[in-house]
């Protein structure tokens, strides 16, 4: 019981810090605690402390990407908690490890590439014809800095993949496979998000939302194919 009240005060005490610096609204805090808590009881600690890291190395990416432009990122909402955790939670509540690392190395990978390569001193090119320079924020917009912050999103949860490899790991799945499957998930998951942006979102036949949750999805069923089948 005492465990469970432990789980609880950390998860509020993060959600305070959301709400108190609008980094999330009511409803999105809501609907991460429950994120945080059921993953938390029913798999560990260490799944938590995963889906931690990408809410934390998110945030730090989107205040960067703030400061550096001087103007205010609009705080999370619920749509944007369902879009990006949804995958993750359901992998935690089915077990489904690698489903797990990999939506969330989507996730953070996307995030990444979004706030810091908006940033980037060159201007971003479309995906679909490199050739095209689009402005700035473009869905399907992409360059060698937010290239480059995408895959530090996927090595930042490959990294944790190792550290906690016992937790997310009951067969005999060679570390560097996993790794290289996170990190895969991550960078492939990005793309998605890319090509669904100027392919579908721009047409207005998918919505931010669902092109979010296409990318998290793409990056769980990449990373359990790599370390499923190589193995």
């Not at 993060?14 to 029913?42: C, E, N």
């Not at 560990?44 to 989107?62: D, I, N």
């Not at 955790?85 to 490890?97: C, E, H, L, T």
């Not at 990978?109 to 390569?117: P, V, Y």
Request: proline share 3%.
């Amino acid at each position: 019981m005492r465990d469970k009240m432990i789980e609880f005060i950390i998860i509020a005490m993060i959600g305070i810090v959301l709400l108190s610096t609008k980094s999330f609204d009511f409803t999105s805090v809501i609907l991460s605690t429950i994120y945080g808590l059921v993953i938390w009881r029913l798999k560990g600690v260490e799944w938590f402390l995963v889906l931690l890291a990408f809410l934390v190395t998110s945030l730090y990416a989107t205040y960067y990407g703030y400061n550096r432009e001087t103007k205010r990122h609009e705080h999370r909402g619920a749509d944007n908690v369902l879009s990006n955790g949804f995958v993750a939670f359901m992998s935690a509540v089915f077990g489904y490890p690698y489903f797990y690392l990999g939506s969330i190395s989507a996730a953070l990978s996307d995030t990444m590439a979004s706030e810091i390569g908006k940033l980037s001193k060159e201007p971003p090119v479309l995906i679909t014809n490199p050739q095209q320079i689009v402005e700035a924020g473009s869905n399907g917009g992409v360059t060698k800095t937010g290239t480059v912050a995408s895959i530090a999103g996927g090595l930042i949860i490959g990294a944790l993949s190792l550290i906690f490899y016992t937790s997310f790991v009951s067969n005999p799945v060679p570390p560097h496979i996993l790794f290289f499957g996170v990190v895969a998930g991550g960078v492939f998951g990005s793309v998605v998000d890319s090509l669904c942006g100027v392919l579908f979102e721009n047409r207005k036949l998918m919505t931010n939302g669902s092109v979010n949750f296409t990318a998290t999805l793409a990056g769980g069923i990449i990373t359990t194919l790599i370390v499923t089948m190589i193995v």
